[in-house]
């Protein structure tokens, strides 16, 4: 019988927001890499053992007797409640730095409520805009216009924030709001053609601070390199595939071409 934790995840921001928190925490995770591109998230087999909407991440924690958390935000706070104190020790120690616990009132509701803003509002128009690509599912147009505009004012929400606490989503501190809001932030701006430096200055200069932390650089990269995250001739082609969708569909970026994306290298 397997034992320890087996992420089910895909190159994509939904699963490295959990694969970033992991790295964060320093725990030990098999990942089992889903083929979004083939559908296996939308079988039967998938729907019944791992996720009844067929959606990644999905977590097996295999010690607690097969127990599958599914969504992230709810695999976020069970690897930050309920596993990491288990294994005790700077593990436990790291997930409180993370998420405050109920002694700590109002951090922790700053942190839970960044969370679920990027687990839920700004999700759902990252999955707006992407599906179609993804899943090939019928679009316009103008849904994908409003999808794009959308996703810019959620990354202006986020540049509010930003320039109001000067370093961090949830306030002064590095936190899982920031954990969870990376791989969206970065995916989003790429998509909709911002470009940081220029526009979004507060989270530009979040990106580069975040960045320069090992364990999400490495999160950023599992189970393997997210196109909008990486370079190379086959990571270029992805970008460039996406904008010719685009294009194909008569919808120019919201602003600029992108031009400045950041680029998460070892």
């Known amino acids: ?38 559908g296996e998230h939308l ?11 067929g959606l990644i991440p999905v977590l097996v924690d295999h010690d607690a007797g097969d127990l599958r958390v599914f969504e992230g935000g709810a695999i976020m706070q069970y690897l930050l409640e309920c596993k990491a104190p ?12 993370l998420l405050p616990g109920p002694s700590e ?24 805009f992407f599906v179609p690509f993804v899943a090939g599912a019928p679009s316009t147009p103008d849904v994908q216009r409003h999808a794009g505009e959308t996703l810019a004012e959620q990354l202006r929400i986020v540049e509010g924030q930003l320039q109001k606490t000067g370093a961090f989503i949830a306030g002064d501190s590095f936190t899982a ?13 790429v998509a909709i053609g911002v470009e940081l430096p220029k526009e979004l200055p507060a989270t530009h200069a979040w990106v580069e601070r975040l960045l320069a ?25 992805a970008v460039e595939g996406l ?7 008569g919808v120019e970026p919201v602003s600029g071409r992108g031009a400045g994306r950041v680029l998460v290298e070892e």
């Open 1 to 38: 019988m397997p034992t320890g934790l087996t992420l089910y995840t895909a190159s994509a921001p939904s699963g490295q927001r959990i694969t970033c928190l992991l790295q964060e925490l320093d725990m030990e995770c098999v990942l089992k890499t889903v083929a979004l591109h083939e």
């Open 243 to 249: 904008r010719a969708k685009l294009a194909g569909m």
């Open 213 to 237: 932390r090992p364990a999400l650089r490495r999160g950023l990269r599992l189970p393997a390199p997210y196109p909008f995250f990486s370079s190379g001739p086959e990571a270029e082609a």
């Open 86 to 97: 288990a294994v005790g020790g700077e593990v436990a120690a790291r997930a409180a730095e």
């Open 177 to 189: 709001a920031d954990v969870s809001a990376l791989p969206y932030v970065l995916g989003s701006a």
């Open 105 to 128: 009132g109002a951090r922790r509701a700053a942190v839970l409520s960044w969370m679920f803003f990027l687990h839920g509002t700004m999700y759902a128009a990252v999955r707006r």
């Open 43 to 53: 079988t039967p087999k998938f729907r019944e053992e791992l996720n009844p909407a």
